[in-house]
């Protein structure tokens, strides 16, 4: 049982990955666009990465979630709870609904991008805490 339950938490990892790749790809196209362009077959897979995983951004965040109530319902039958690891799941569960309001909402701040970059940075360090 405690295999299953860090097979959960380490799927909780992949799918955070999975959404900063997005950030990732359109990171790299931003800075360095004119030298991905050199290798144009390049250029179109990286542009159907970049499309694939901004596309999808949303739904690894809620995959997230699905992972976290899953970890969480194993880890807390067999050890408890954990401090860190509320934290941890308290912050991501902010990130998603900052994300929703950035998705639907028509008049959002100029800093709600910066908001919802910085949590992604903070969430990294609150699970770097959960399982060092
Ligand atoms: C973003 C949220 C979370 C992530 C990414 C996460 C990730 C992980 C990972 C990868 C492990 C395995 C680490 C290892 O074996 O060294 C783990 C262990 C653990 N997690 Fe989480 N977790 C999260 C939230 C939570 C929450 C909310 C709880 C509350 C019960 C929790 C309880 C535990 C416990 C008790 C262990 C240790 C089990 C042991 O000692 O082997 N986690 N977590
Ligand atoms: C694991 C949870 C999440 C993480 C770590 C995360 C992280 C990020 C990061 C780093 C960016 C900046 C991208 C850039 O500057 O190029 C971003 C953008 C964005 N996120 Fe999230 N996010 C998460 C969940 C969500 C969810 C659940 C939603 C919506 C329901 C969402 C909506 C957005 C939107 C609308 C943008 C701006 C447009 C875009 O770049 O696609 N995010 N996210």
Redesign the pocket.
């Known amino acids: 049982m405690g295999e299953l339950g860090e097979l959960f938490g380490i799927l909780i990892i992949v799918?955070?990955s999975l959404?900063?790749l997005?950030?990732c790809f359109?990171?790299f196209n931003r800075k360095y666009r004119d030298k991905l362009k050199r290798n144009e077959k390049f250029y179109k897979v990286y542009m159907n990465f970049l499309k694939f995983f901004?596309k999808y951004?949303?739904y690894?965040?809620?995959a997230?979630i699905l992972m976290i109530l899953i970890h969480f319902f194993i880890q807390f039958s067999n050890y408890g709870l954990s401090i860190t690891g509320c934290i941890a799941a308290g912050v991501?569960l902010l990130?998603?609904v900052?994300?929703?309001y950035?998705?639907f909402s028509k008049k959002k701040m100029k800093s709600w991008?910066l908001i919802?970059?910085g949590?992604?940075v903070l969430?990294l360090v609150t699970i770097l805490i959960h399982i060092i």
């Open positions: 799918f955070y959404a900063v997005n950030f359109k990171f901004a951004h949303r690894f965040g809620f997230t991501m990130q998603i900052l994300g929703i950035g998705q991008i919802h970059r949590i992604a969430l």
